[in-house]
């Protein structure tokens, strides 16, 4: 949720020009519960052991919202210029934070920021649901991303039907208007009912459009499944439950109807692309230990029992590629402190294959309902106490306005303290290997003065530097600490005299052998 309202439902229930760089500073050798080496340490390079502190990959993103046009573009109907502009705006900001991803929404209410046969344009665009705004923004947003090496993440919100419940107000094509007999109405909006295999099909069959005709990294959904509760309204899926609910629990039921959805969007997205990651966001409490006792030790609201989003399932399932808690509270506080939820959630993919990041509440960095958020160390303080953890394996910040007014100064202090070296995304087992092709080894690598390039290498979509230690070049790549840049271009200048190693990426990442090269300047 985008929006200081889990901060308040928990209240209530309880009385980022070329990718993101690596935590940079001390990180724990072993994980402090269990003694256990970092994954850095297990990933050995020939006979090179690599040192856990300045591990070499890492994701940084952030969220770029659509909806009431919070991030992109800033208001309706602005010239496509001037939408491609601010775009471009975000995405530098991004790059020059050393950032290797953006989680860009492309579905706020079962509509669409991209030309769709499906569902109508979005009205954040135009200013008017269903209208043409006369060109499609997706092909330009991915190639700027995959310009500035930032992978592209599709945000849908699933069952987010429209912000207003009178659908006489939607495009005589919407979807909740075509069939009404999908929606419920709760409070002042409409919701698709996730009891329907209709629509838990037409959710798929969205995603599989998008994945299919455009070239996005990933599919990611945020913490909104069933309506957060409020107002003591009720949703109303009765008569659903009554046909489909065989005989289970209503909220057994309702889990299962959102971890099948989960399920089948896992196998469309994967049977389409392989390559393509798939990840959710959910709000930050599991459960707590009063409702279950290998809950967190929080006290805020359960998205388990509020919502029926069962995280542990999906990683216990393996239907997810990573998952994104939005930890949105400080250290120290109570009804969930941040020192409590990162270890329970490394707990939670202990032992998977599922990645681990960490959502962060940027956008409450400087402001006063709790005093934690008007300090400029809070922020950068979850960042060097995720390093305890080898399971976290990078930051998600919401979002890209706030990137842009730096508040406290929290930026500089990201960059300077915890992203001083570029970093490479992290690995997925499941996506690696078969998924994209390999990238070859670089070839023609010259140096002229400070200025190297080499030729373009197939299947590259970028290319890590690494400068060599006292000509140790053996071991120069087998972790962060000696890598000065991942560049989208086949060139990079160098800022010293020495010998350098040059590898190339592929879409995921995955690392060519090097090529040496020498650089003397004068």
Not at 130 to 139: I, M, N, S, T, V
Not at 188 to 200: A, I, K, S, T
Not at 444 to 460: I, P, R, T, Y
Request: hydrophobic share 40%; glycine share 8%; proline share 7%.
């Amino acid at each position: 949720m985008r929006t200081a309202r889990p901060l308040l439902a928990a209240a209530a229930l309880a009385i980022v020009a070329s990718g993101a760089a690596y935590a940079f500073g001390p990180r724990a050798d072993a994980d402090p519960a269990t003694g256990t080496p970092s994954r850095a340490a297990l990933q050995p390079v020939g006979t090179c052991a690599p040192n856990p502190k300045y591990p070499k990959r890492q994701l940084r993103g952030v969220w770029i919202a659509t909806v009431k046009n919070i991030d992109w573009p800033s208001r309706t109907g602005l010239t496509v210029a001037r939408q491609q502009a601010e775009y471009v705006k975000l995405l530098d900001a991004a790059a020059a934070r050393r950032f290797n991803a953006v989680f860009f929404q492309v579905r706020p209410a079962s509509d669409a920021v991209y030309k769709s046969s499906l569902e109508p344009w979005s009205q954040y665009l135009t200013g008017t649901a269903g209208k043409d705004p006369g060109w499609d923004p997706l092909p330009f947003l991915i190639e700027e991303a995959h310009k500035r090496g930032l992978e592209f993440h599709a945000w849908f919100n699933p069952y987010r039907a429209a912000y207003d419940a009178d659908t006489s107000k939607l495009p005589a094509a919407h979807p909740a208007r075509v069939h009404p007999e999908w929606t419920v109405k709760y409070g002042d909006r409409l919701y698709y009912n996730p009891g329907l295999p209709e629509v838990r099909s037409h959710v798929v069959k969205v995603i599989s459009d998008v994945v299919s005709r455009y070239d996005i990294d990933g599919v990611h959904f945020d913490d909104y499944f069933y309506p957060y509760p409020g107002g003591g309204a009720t949703f109303d899926d009765s008569s659903a439950f009554r046909r489909h609910g065989g005989g289970k629990k209503l909220a057994d039921w309702r889990r299962d109807n959102v971890n099948t959805l989960v399920a089948q969007v896992d196998k469309a997205v994967h049977g389409l692309k392989n390559h393509v990651k798939f990840g959710i966001s959910p709000f930050g409490i599991w459960r707590n230990k009063a409702q279950d006792p290998t809950g967190s030790a929080t006290s805020g609201m359960s998205a388990y029992d509020s919502i029926y989003a069962d995280a542990r399932h999906w990683i216990k399932s393996g239907t997810v590629d990573y998952i994104m808690p939005q930890l949105y509270w400080p250290r120290g506080f109570k009804i969930a402190d941040y020192k409590v939820l990162v270890p329970w959630w490394a707990g939670a993919v202990k032992g998977t294959d599922v990645d681990l990041y960490i959502g962060q509440a940027l956008y409450r960095v400087g402001t006063t309902d709790q005093a934690a958020w008007t300090k400029p160390g809070e922020l950068p303080a979850h960042l060097t106490l995720n390093q305890a953890y080898k399971q976290v394996d990078g930051d998600v910040y919401f979002s890209a306005k706030q990137m842009l007014s730096n508040p406290l100064g929290v930026m500089d202090r990201l960059a300077a303290g915890h992203y001083k070296r570029p970093a490479l995304l992290p690995l997925m087992k499941d996506r690696a290997g078969s998924s994209a092709p390999a990238a070859a080894k670089p070839s023609g690598v010259q140096a002229s003065g400070a200025a190297v390039k080499w030729a373009d290498a197939a299947n590259a979509r970028a290319y890590a530097v690494y400068r060599v230690p006292q000509g140790d070049a053996a071991c120069a790549s087998v972790d962060g600490r000696n890598l000065v840049a991942v560049t989208t271009t086949p060139g990079f200048t160098a800022p010293a005299s020495g010998t350098y190693l040059v590898s190339s990426l592929n879409r995921l990442h995955e690392e060519s052998k090097t090529t040496k090269v020498k650089v003397t300047l004068p």
